[in-house]
Each structure stands twice: as C-alpha cells, then as structure tokens.
C-alpha cells in the first residue's frame, strides 16, 4: 500500500518538471517585451497583443502540467 502512494507523488512530481520550461520561458518573455518596448515606444499596442497572446499560452502550458499531476495525484 505505501509503495502506491510513493508512486503517486513520484509520479505527481515528475509531472511537475515542465514548470521550470515555463518559468524560464515567461522570464524569456517579459525581457524581450521590456527591451523591445525600450526601443521603440510607439509600437507598444502592438506589441502588447503578441506579448499578451504569447504569455497566455504559456502560462497555459503550467496550468495543464499541475491538472495533470493533480489528476495523478487524486484520481488514481
């Protein structure tokens, strides 16, 4: 019985690794907003629609990942 349950974390944990992809990729995200906006001020709008799109669908990527290890984690 204990050696599910060690599964289950171990297995909820290792669903966690994307979470550092992520991490490093919205800081990768929000340092070339701030350099590209530092540049060029008057194409804000339109970089703010990228910067939203972009930042939205990764940030999508950690929510499926912790689902993933919750259903892991509980459901099975």
Do not use: C, H, W
Request: hydrophobic share 65%; no cysteine; net charge negative.
């Amino acid at each position: 019985m204990e050696v599910d349950v060690g599964m289950k974390l171990l297995a909820a944990a290792i669903a966690l690794l994307p979470m550092f992809g992520v991490g490093i990729a919205l800081g990768l995200i929000f340092s070339s907003y701030n350099d590209a906006a530092g540049r060029n001020p008057s194409a804000v709008e339109v970089l703010d629609k990228k910067y939203f799109i972009s930042f939205a669908l990764t940030e999508a990527l950690a929510i499926f990942a912790l689902g993933v290890s919750l259903i892991i984690l509980f459901v099975f």
